[in-house]
C-alpha cells in the first residue's frame, strides 16, 4: 500500500518563504509522475505544479516564477520550494503520485491534465497574511 505524507505547511506573511515536503512509501517509483494541487476554501482543486517521470516540470500561471516542484529519488521525496508567498496562495496543499492516464497521457501529463493520480496525501495547510 502506498502513502504520501506532506509536511512543511504553516503560517507566513506575504513575501514569504515555504518548503513543502511530501514523502512516499510503499509502491511509488522514481519513474512515476508526480503533481502538487492545492484546494482553498470554497474554490476547486488545482493542480499548481506537475514533475513526470522524466523530469519535465509544469506550474499554473500564477506560480511561475516563485514556485519550483522537485524531487529527491533516493529520499523518495517530492518538494515544493515556495517563494514569494501572496495571501491568494492560501489554501490546503496535497501531493499526488502514480498517474492514472495511460500512454503518452502519462508521458505528458502536466498541470491542465487534471487530478489523474492514484495516490494522494493528507494535505497540509498554507496560510499566507497580509
Known amino acids: 500500500q502506498a502513502q504520501l505524507v506532506e509536511s512543511g505547511g504553516g503560517s507566513v506573511q506575504s513575501g514569504g518563504s515555504l518548503r513543502l515536503s511530501c514523502a512516499s512509501s510503499?509502491?511509488?517509483?522514481?519513474?512515476?509522475?508526480m503533481a502538487w494541487f492545492r484546494q482553498a476554501p470554497g474554490k476547486e482543486r488545482e493542480a499548481v505544479a506537475v514533475?513526470?517521470?522524466?523530469?519535465?516540470?509544469s506550474y499554473v500561471d500564477s506560480v511561475k516564477g516563485r514556485f519550483t516542484i522537485s524531487r529527491d529519488n533516493a529520499k523518495n521525496t517530492l518538494y515544493l520550494q515556495m517563494s514569494s508567498l501572496k495571501p491568494e496562495d492560501t489554501a490546503t496543499y496535497y501531493c499526488?503520485?502514480?498517474?492514472?492516464?495511460?500512454?503518452?497521457?502519462?508521458?505528458?501529463?502536466?498541470?491542465?491534465?487534471?487530478?489523474?493520480?492514484?495516490?494522494w496525501g493528507q494535505g497540509t495547510q498554507v496560510t499566507v497574511s497580509s
Open positions: 510503499g509502491y511509488i517509483s522514481s519513474s512515476s509522475s
Open positions: 499526488a503520485a502514480v498517474c492514472t492516464l495511460t500512454g503518452v497521457g502519462c508521458r505528458t501529463i502536466d498541470v491542465r491534465s487534471g487530478p489523474h493520480f492514484r495516490y
Open positions: 514533475i513526470t517521470a522524466a523530469g519535465s516540470t
